[in-house]
């Protein structure tokens, strides 16, 4: 029905003209009269714009599932890319300061050599001492079985007499119970030695190229992106790549101040291993927050077995002092340029990467997440890739 009741005109037009709109109509407060939804029922805006972002964000997480499943089933070939980025960010300043003198493949050649001297040097300097202090720590760790089955006795724990040789005593019959199983384990975990030793031949390998030729490298994964958007991702991966060498430089400069002031602090003490347990800082160190302490941990064991409780707990206020300098003065100093996130965020990313992925998860969540962080900020500073 028209306007009015009249039945509308039908008829066709001239060709090539609009037939007049209808004015709509409209209610006494003026608005215009809005029909019922095709579905016989109004939907609210809310429900609408929450439904939007739901499959939205379902999406997204689909996504982000698949990508975790496909980089599980290539684990030794993204651990070897990522062990190689870190190789990267380590060398690439005293490969620059070589290449300025000599040609750029004999900077890469000295750079490695260099840090396989060094490497080699610190595990043998290890290796040797372990061999040197072992049969003294052997007799020192007998003693300190006693005195710690003694203090258990004492207040304020009571144990029964025995309990500490009485548990040793368990385990060594366990051992002796289950050692065809644990032969076997082993046997089977010289598969995953097999594979460490491939991922670590594909990380040297990969990072020889990232040395030698990384810009052209980058350059040409430039070349295969639409011409519009090449500046943004350009200074996308250069913002990822300053920030995941600045984080890895750094954190390897925080291990090794823990470590040197552990070592440090176990020579004064005179707890045995101090070499060992000085690598076993500078490696947990590698995990934020939660890496150090742990390393810390097994310090006191062994000097509460070597030298006592009194020793054992000053080496636990080292946990306080440690995580104090470290999170006060080091990471500030040391990361605050290059990694901007809260240690909230530190915290949760580390307890997802290790529920994801283990130690390894835990070790690459920080970088991972402090790179995403950088390159948003970067993206929605300058507008995004192709805007």
């Known amino acids: 029905m028209g306007v009015n009741g009249a039945e509308p005109d039908r008829r066709p037009g001239p060709l090539g003209s609009r037939r007049p709109r209808v004015p709509a109509r409209r209610t006494r407060a003026g608005a215009p009269a809005r029909g019922p939804s095709p579905s016989g029922e109004h939907v609210p805006s809310g429900l609408r714009t929450a439904a939007g972002y739901t499959w939205r964000l379902a999406l997204l997480g689909l996504f982000a599932y698949l990508v975790v499943d496909v980089l599980a089933r290539l684990q030794l070939v993204v651990?070897?890319?990522?062990?190689?980025?870190?190789?990267?960010?380590?060398?690439?300043?005293?490969?620059?300061?070589?290449?300025?003198?000599?040609?750029?493949?004999?900077?890469?050649?000295?750079?490695?050599?260099?840090?396989?001297?060094l490497v080699g040097g610190v595990l043998a300097l290890v290796g040797t001492t372990v061999a040197d202090e072992w049969t003294r720590l052997g007799n020192e760790l007998r003693g300190g079985l006693s005195r710690i089955d003694r203090w258990l006795t004492g207040a304020p724990f009571h144990l029964r007499p025995g309990t500490v040789t009485d548990l040793r005593a368990k385990i060594g019959a366990f051992v002796s119970a289950h050692r065809s199983a644990l032969v076997s384990t082993a046997l089977s975990g010289a598969g995953r030695i097999v594979e460490l030793v491939t991922g670590l031949a594909l990380a040297v390998f990969c990072s020889v190229f990232f040395l030698h030729s990384g810009d052209r490298m980058w350059s040409w994964a430039q070349r295969q992106m639409p011409a519009r958007s090449r500046s943004a991702w350009d200074r996308a991966g250069r913002t990822a790549w300053r920030t995941f060498a600045g984080y890895t430089r750094g954190v390897l400069i925080v291990a090794a101040s823990n470590a040197?002031?552990?070592?440090?602090?176990?020579?004064?003490?005179?707890?045995?291993?101090?070499?060992p347990l000085m690598l076993l800082e500078f490696v947990a160190t590698l995990v934020p927050l939660i890496g150090s302490p742990i390393a810390l941990a097994i310090a006191s064991v062994v000097a509460l077995a070597a030298r006592g409780p009194v020793i054992a707990l000053l080496v636990l206020a080292l946990i306080v002092v440690i995580g104090q300098i470290e999170g006060h003065l080091l990471h500030p100093l040391v990361l605050g340029w290059s990694v901007r996130i809260h240690p909230v965020a530190i915290a949760v990313s580390v307890a997802g990467g290790t529920v994801l992925a283990g130690i390894l998860g835990a070790v690459v969540a920080v970088p991972v997440v402090s790179v995403a962080w950088a390159v948003l900020g970067e993206l929605r500073s300058r507008g995004a890739p192709g805007g």
Request: glycine share 2%; with cysteine.
């Open 260 to 275: 040197v002031l552990v070592g440090i602090a176990l020579a004064v003490l005179r707890v045995p291993l101090v070499m």
């Open 79 to 117: 651990v070897a890319l990522f062990v190689a980025l870190v190789i990267t960010s380590v060398l690439r300043p005293l490969v620059d300061l070589l290449a300025r003198r000599t040609p750029r493949s004999l900077a890469v050649v000295i750079a490695f050599l260099c840090t396989l001297v």
